[in-house]
C-alpha cells in the first residue's frame, strides 16, 4: 500500500510540499484546508477541506485514512491546530512534522516593540500614535476594537470579522508586497505605527523595510509556542529529508 501523508495546509510552504509529494510515484498525499479562505489556489494531490471535530476527530480519521506521517505546515499563528494536531498525532501514533518557516529578525534602524498578544498590541498603541496600520489578519481584530480615537488602515485577503475598531478603513489585499508600494501606502495615510505578527517569509516582510525607511515604530506579535515536544523544521528541503526517514521507517 502506498503511504499516505497528510498535510495541514494552508500556506505557501505547504503548498510547495504536496507539489513535491504528489511528483513522487507511490505516494498518496493530501492537504487539508480549514476553509477560512473563499478561494484558495489549486493543490497538488488530494484536499479536503473542513475542520476535523477536534483531536478526538483528526486522530478517527488517521486511523481511517491509515495515514503514515502528518506535516503541519499551517501558519505559525495556527496554535488551535497545532496542538490538536499534537495530541491527534500522539493518540493514533502517527509521527508529526511540522513546518514552519523563520520568523522575522530586527536589524539596524527597526524600531520593533515585541508583544505576546493581540490584547498587548492595542495597549501599546496609545504611546505610539493614532494612525495604525493593521496587518494581522481578519481574525483577532476585537482586541483593537475598544481603541475609539485611533484611526485603522486594516489590511486582510478576507473581508474582516466583526467587532472591529470604530474608525477602520479596510483594504483587501494579497502580498507579495513591494518596499515601493508599502512606503507609499504608509505615507498616503499617514501611518505612525505598524501592528504586524510574526508572519516571516518574504511575501509579506516589505512594510517591516519600508516602516524602518521612514522611521516608524513597529509592534510586532511573537508567535505562539509550539507544543511541548514539538520543533519545528524551516524549509521544505529539511523535512522531505526528514520525512522520508520516517516514511522508511514505517515501511
Keep these: 500500500m502506498s503511504p499516505h501523508v497528510l498535510i495541514l495546509g494552508g500556506t505557501a510552504e505547504a503548498r510547495r510540499l ?60 495556527a496554535a488551535t491546530i497545532t496542538g490538536n494536531a499534537a495530541v491527534a498525532t500522539a493518540a493514533a501514533r502517527v509521527p508529526l512534522l511540522v513546518l514552519r518557516r523563520p520568523g522575522w529578525q530586527p536589524v539596524p534602524g ?48 478576507e473581508p474582516p470579522e466583526p467587532p472591529l475598531p470604530p474608525h477602520t478603513h479596510v483594504l483587501l489585499a494579497r502580498g507579495p508586497f513591494t518596499v515601493t508600494d508599502e512606503t507609499a501606502l504608509l505615507r498616503e495615510h499617514r501611518v505612525d505605527v505598524l501592528v504586524t505578527k510574526d508572519s516571516g517569509g518574504a511575501a509579506t516582510s516589505a512594510k517591516l523595510a519600508a516602516a524602518r525607511d521612514l522611521g516608524l515604530p513597529v509592534v510586532v506579535v511573537r508567535r505562539p509556542p509550539l507544543p511541548d515536544g514539538v520543533t519545528a523544521l524551516a524549509d521544505v528541503p529539511v523535512l522531505l529529508a526528514r520525512l522520508d526517514e520516517v516514511l522508511a521507517r514505517a515501511r
Design 110 to 157: 527597526d524600531r520593533w516593540h515585541p508583544v505576546p498578544s493581540l490584547e498587548a498590541a492595542a495597549a501599546a498603541l496609545p504611546a505610539l500614535g493614532p494612525r495604525v496600520f493593521l496587518t494581522t489578519g481578519r481574525l483577532g481584530l476585537a482586541a483593537f476594537a475598544g481603541l475609539t480615537e485611533h484611526r485603522f488602515l486594516v489590511r486582510s485577503v
Design 18 to 77: 504536496a507539489a513535491a509529494l504528489a511528483a513522487r510515484p507511490g505516494i498518496r498525499v493530501t492537504t487539508s484546508l480549514a476553509g477560512r479562505v473563499s478561494r484558495p489556489g489549486a493543490l497538488d494531490g488530494e484536499v479536503r477541506v473542513g475542520g476535523f471535530g477536534g483531536p478526538g476527530g483528526l486522530a478517527s480519521w488517521l486511523r481511517e485514512e491509515r495515514v503514515d506521517a502528518v506535516v503541519d505546515a499551517t501558519h505559525p499563528f
